[in-house]
């Protein structure tokens, strides 16, 4: 009887819907060492170097997706030669159709996967004759890369980025998979640079890399995970089983734990990419130190509210056509970025209750202006302005997190009619870790930059085995704390 059953070890390597390849799993980081074990002999060899790790990016999307991974080479494949062909058209009319083609071909994919049962169930609340709902499974990402494919024909389009002549180089842009599943989404300006660019992976590099990674496992793994499964998750299924009291803090736990999940998927990439010699853009800025809405999108999800920014907002007009349209197209903006999230009706009400908010936002700006006040000077202003700004965005993002339109009602209504607060003390003695994990995650988001930056190069600064250590006992830490499998990240849905 052999020792080892070779076909549950190959098992192992072939795509398992039920446990896709996430980063904070102990699959991803045996395959990432034998990945970087080989990488560090073939760096230096540009073309062997990029057509390595493109096709270690393919897999690990194959392991995430199962056969889809041959949508996004297909998508790829001719998102490149219609780049190069909008390029070198020089007929007006020609080079637009080219690009109104690829945009259809691209949001039609996007289209069918994402939104063909929210179409459905439109249809059948004004048909008497309804259409079954279909069968679709949604590619990991396909939110992500269509986006960076959009941007990439755009700017090709405007002439602000000339297409790479290799079909390998492109592949290496839209499959690298730090950033493929769930971002950030990365500019062609971005990466292409850096993909034949000699790399250099040096101490820095390590040093910062190993603290982003080491950032986004207790975020992700530790933080995040055990406060959605021991305590968000059980509010927002039953709301109404919970007192006021119990609804808030879900609430509350829900506002840190999505920041923890998705800041921590991308702290996790911009670290992984750095021990490749890579750069990719930061996505986080301690967005709930924000005092405005309008504050609050520079510092949240940042490469897709510059890219809603760019190719959405300024294209409809801006703020270029009157205040009034202004408004008008910043709504637009957010209900589209809502509606991007998710195939349901909640998510577009999310995103309109940010546009109206950011609306709002600049209507108070100018009214400051025209009276020339300038409230951000006064620490009073700034923190009932951080009070108000940290208590819309927790607000909406019951909305978000909400099973359904009704059952967001549900919750706010159970804080407003039944709160309850005598069940606080109650409460923390029930649920002690789950507190300590939220204050310990609260209290990371609002230490000041600087103290980040000396940790930074704290660990920068230590010899390769101690941060070898370092990351060793956080993945036991995360081992020892977690009570279920690992959790996959939230917006592995969008």
């Not at 980063?23 to 073939?42: C, E, V």
């Not at 494919?149 to 079909?167: A, E, G, T």
């Not at 000699?198 to 080491?214: A, C, E, M, P, T």
């Not at 970025?337 to 940010?354: N, P, Q, R, T, Y």
């Amino acid at each position: 009887m052999p020792l080892i059953d070779i076909d549950k070890l190959l098992q192992l390597f072939l795509y398992n819907q039920k446990e896709p390849l996430l980063f904070n799993s102990g699959m991803f980081l045996f395959l990432f060492i034998a990945f970087m074990l080989f990488y560090g002999i073939i760096q230096k060899h540009t073309n062997l170097r990029i057509i390595y790790v493109t096709l270690f990016s393919v897999y690990f999307y194959y392991k995430s997706s199962g056969w889809y991974f041959i949508l996004l080479v297909a998508t790829a494949i001719a998102a490149h030669f219609l780049s190069i062909h909008i390029y070198k058209t020089r007929h007006k009319t020609k080079r637009k159709s080219l690009l109104v083609f690829s945009l259809i071909l691209y949001l039609s994919l996007l289209a069918y996967f994402k939104y063909t049962n929210f179409i459905i169930d439109i249809i059948n609340n004004f048909c008497t004759q309804k259409i079954p709902f279909q069968s679709i499974f949604l590619p990991l990402g396909i939110s992500f890369y269509t986006f960076e494919l959009i941007s990439y024909s755009v700017d090709v389009y405007q002439k602000k980025f000339k297409p790479v002549k290799s079909i390998l180089d492109f592949g290496f842009y839209i499959s690298f998979f730090p950033h493929l599943v769930a971002g950030p989404i990365v500019r062609p300006n971005e990466l292409v640079p850096q993909i034949r660019k000699k790399i250099v992976i040096n101490n820095i590099h390590i040093g910062h890399g190993i603290f982003f990674i080491l950032s986004g496992l207790l975020k992700k793994a530790i933080i995040s995970d055990y406060i959605g499964v021991n305590f968000v998750d059980r509010i927002f299924d039953n709301p109404t089983l919970y007192s006021g009291i119990e609804n808030l803090v879900g609430v509350y736990g829900y506002t840190l734990q999505i920041y923890c999940d998705f800041s921590g998927y991308s702290d996790m990439a911009v670290g992984i990419a750095l021990l490749m010699g890579i750069q990719l853009p930061l996505n986080f800025n301690a967005p709930y130190q924000s005092t405005s809405i309008t504050e609050f999108w520079r510092r949240w999800h940042i490469s897709l509210s510059s890219w809603l920014r760019d190719y959405l907002y300024i294209p409809l007009g801006g703020n270029r056509n009157g205040k009034v349209k202004q408004y008008i197209n910043l709504i637009i903006t957010m209900l589209l970025g809502g509606l991007w999230h998710g195939a349901s009706f909640k998510f577009i009400v999310w995103g309109g209750m940010h546009g109206v908010a950011l609306a709002i936002d600049k209507l108070k700006d100018e009214g400051f202006k025209k009276l020339n006040i300038r409230p951000s000077s006064n620490i009073v202003y700034k923190f009932f302005a951080w009070l108000i700004t940290f208590h819309l965005v927790a607000l909406c993002w019951i909305f978000f997190r909400a099973s359904s339109f009704d059952s967001a009602l549900e919750v706010i209504q159970q804080i407003v009619l039944n709160f309850n607060g005598a069940l606080l003390f109650e409460l923390i003695e029930g649920y002690k870790l789950v507190f300590i994990l939220m204050f310990l995650g609260y209290i990371i988001h609002f230490i000041p930059g600087s103290v980040d930056l000396k940790m930074k190069s704290f660990i920068t600064l230590m010899p390769f085995y101690i941060q070898a250590l370092l990351l060793t006992l956080m993945i036991y830490l995360i081992f020892q704390i977690r009570s279920v499998e690992v959790q996959p990240f939230i917006y592995f849905q969008f």
